[in-house]
Every structure is written in structure tokens, then in C-alpha cells.
């Protein structure tokens, strides 16, 4: 089967981040989303092995402080 990539829903968002935090080395509290916080969806996408979420990339948006003032970043 091949594996497709596209953008998550809001509902695959804590699988998303339990896949993401494993490959990082972190945890997650069952019920304690740090990523919705922060993470668009629509800047989130995934690979999906049929049903099974397999890798996570994203971009998260991000204000950078300069000299007289601040700019967007992601």
C-alpha cells in the first residue's frame, strides 16, 4: 500500500502528537494537548500507512524580536 501524506484534522491531532513526541523522546499526559496550543492544523501534515499514522512534519508559527520591534517567523 502507499503511503499518503496530507494535512490532519483536528481529531488526528493527538495521535499526531503522540507520534511526534515519541520520535522526539518526550511524553505525553493522556488528555493534555501541548501542540493544540500552538500547532495549525493546516501546517501539520502526516503519512498515513492506511489507517496508521506512521511520520509527522510541521511548522509552527513564531513571532522573532529585532531591533525596534518583532516579526513574523515561522
Request: net charge negative; hydrophobic share 45%; aromatic share 6%.
Amino acid at each position: 500500500m502507499a503511503i499518503a501524506v496530507r494535512a490532519i484534522t483536528r481529531s488526528e491531532l493527538e495521535q499526531y502528537e503522540a507520534i511526534a513526541m515519541r520520535t522526539f523522546g518526550g511524553d505525553v499526559a493522556e488528555g493534555e494537548s501541548r501542540l493544540a496550543k500552538v500547532l495549525r492544523t493546516e501546517r501539520a501534515y502526516a503519512a498515513f500507512d492506511g489507517d496508521a499514522l506512521v511520520g509527522t512534519a510541521g511548522a509552527f508559527d513564531h513571532t522573532l524580536s529585532v531591533p525596534g520591534g518583532s516579526l513574523p517567523m515561522a
